[in-house]
């Protein structure tokens, strides 16, 4: 059974998807998970990894291996499960974007840090979004991006997938396409 799962597990697609932190914490005073500790407008990009980490493929086996990380105006790039406590800065405008990158060089982590995964979505503001486009250090193919119109032609040139940004940050509609999306990659290996 354990040599199973383990294989059954290596096998899945890996599927990473990035948000950006929020200015509503459950518990400033508390230690939580990254992905525990960030509410608000975060809550929808949540509820996506909740679902595709619950998916089930047609097997009614597990569908993808999901991770979550959190681009964050304090420590940088988080792992959802690192543990962090709140914190007052929050990054909301372009210049904020920018100075945080400076300090944390998030965009070069997160690009690098997409190498090993099949497939990422990206569900961050229009001027980060422009952040990683500048570096242009994602591989061809790489990307669903929940981003502004303004970048449709760029995704496309990319061979990325474009998503119009409705909702807080996904939108019901993109998270079914983006479901679809992860279901028909993830069934094509079988």
Wanted: hydrophobic share 35%; with cysteine.
């Amino acid at each position: 059974m354990g040599e199973q799962f383990y294989t059954d597990m290596k096998s899945l697609k890996r599927i990473l998807v990035v948000t950006n932190d929020s200015t509503v914490f459950k518990d400033k005073k508390k230690l939580l998970s990254a992905f525990e500790m960030f509410e608000g407008r975060m809550t929808e990009v949540k509820n996506l990894v909740a679902r595709l980490d619950t998916a089930k493929n047609s097997r009614g086996s597990k569908l993808c291996d999901v991770s979550f990380g959190v681009i964050s105006a304090r420590y940088g790039f988080l792992p959802a499960n690192y543990m962090v406590t709140g914190y007052d800065e929050v990054m909301d405008s372009k210049e904020s974007y920018i100075e945080v990158n400076e300090r944390k060089q998030y965009v070069e982590q997160v690009s690098y840090l997409t190498r090993p995964f099949d497939k990422v979505i990206f569900c961050i503001p229009k001027e980060m979004f422009r952040l990683f486009l500048e570096a242009d250090q994602i591989w061809e193919g790489k990307l669903i991006a929940v981003t502004n119109p303004e970048f449709k032609d760029e995704c496309e040139k990319r061979k990325w997938t474009y998503l119009e940004r409705k909702g807080a940050r996904v939108g019901d509609n993109n998270a079914d396409t983006i479901e679809k999306l992860i279901r028909e990659l993830c069934e094509q290996q079988n």
